[in-house]
């Protein structure tokens, strides 16, 4: 499985937008990349998934370059609300049966 | 609330008791995932079914631990002679078959072992 990179922490203010990159190297042909959010005391949310170019839903953007070595993963005007921890995974769909978190990016939003 | 439910949310026991924890997935979802999360780190996956079948089990999940998925619906994770290493964030996971990497977690069991 590719192993992923990504900050270990991040600080923003409400209203900016934040934009989170992960590097994966080693990605697979046929490999995806899912982000996850994580609350304290919650388990973790899908946020987002792609394969390439660019990805974008109600919550957020997915920015996957040609190369697929890195994405980056945009949050339009952040709230405090969404002070969280960000996972980026790499895996392919067959195997996506188990996914493989690293620590993840600590996202701290202030007012 | 149609989501994922996890029961005991919390759970204190003594060194080398066992424990049973039981997750309710979403009613259609046929795969259903066990994993541990400790402070500070990512979940860590344990196990996971299709339907009834266990079709694979981490080296995490030591002989200790089963899991269990009688008919399907409903699965238990039972930890026995717990140990202070086993005190963690117990999650599961649930999914269809065509949209694996989208798992929708439940809230999870903490787990303290004294």
């Given at each position: 499985l590719a192993k992923t990179t990504q900050p270990i922490s991040m600080d923003s203010y409400e209203g900016q937008e934040v934009n989170i990159t992960c590097s994966h190297n080693n990605i697979a042909t046929n490999d995806y990349i899912t982000w996850y959010q994580?609350?304290?005391?919650?388990?973790?949310?899908?946020?987002?998934?792609?394969?390439?170019?660019?990805?974008?839903?109600?919550?957020?953007?997915?920015?996957?370059?040609?190369?697929r070595k890195s994405s980056t993963?945009?949050?339009?005007?952040?709230?405090?609300?969404?002070?969280?921890?960000?996972?980026?995974?790499?895996g392919d769909m067959e195997y996506g049966n188990k996914l493989v978190f690293g620590a993840g990016t600590i996202l701290r939003v202030k007012s | 609330?149609?989501?994922?439910?996890?029961?005991?949310?919390?759970?204190?026991?003594?060194?080398?008791?066992?424990?049973?924890?039981?997750?309710?997935?979403?009613?259609?979802?046929?795969?259903?995932?066990?994993?541990?999360?400790?402070?500070?780190?990512?979940?860590?996956?344990?196990t996971y079914f299709q339907n009834e079948a266990q079709l694979e089990k981490s080296r995490l999940l030591s002989d200790r631990f089963s899991a269990e998925r009688p008919k399907g619906s409903f699965s238990t994770l039972e930890i026995q002679r717990t140990e202070q290493g086993d005190s963690a964030m117990y999650l599961c996971a649930s999914s269809l078959s065509v949209t694996g990497r989208e798992q929708y977690f439940g809230p999870g069991t903490r787990l303290t072992v004294t």
């Open positions: 994580q609350f304290p005391s919650q388990g973790p949310r899908f946020i987002i998934q792609g394969y390439k170019t660019k990805v974008k839903n109600e919550v957020a953007s997915l920015f996957i370059p040609a190369d993963l945009s949050l339009p005007r952040v709230s405090l609300s969404d002070t969280a921890v960000y996972y980026c995974l790499v | 609330d149609t989501g994922v439910s996890q029961d005991p949310r919390h759970k204190i026991t003594k060194r080398g008791q066992n424990v049973t924890f039981r997750c309710d997935p979403i009613s259609e979802h046929n795969r259903l995932y066990w994993y541990r999360q400790t402070l500070g780190q990512g979940p860590e996956f344990l």
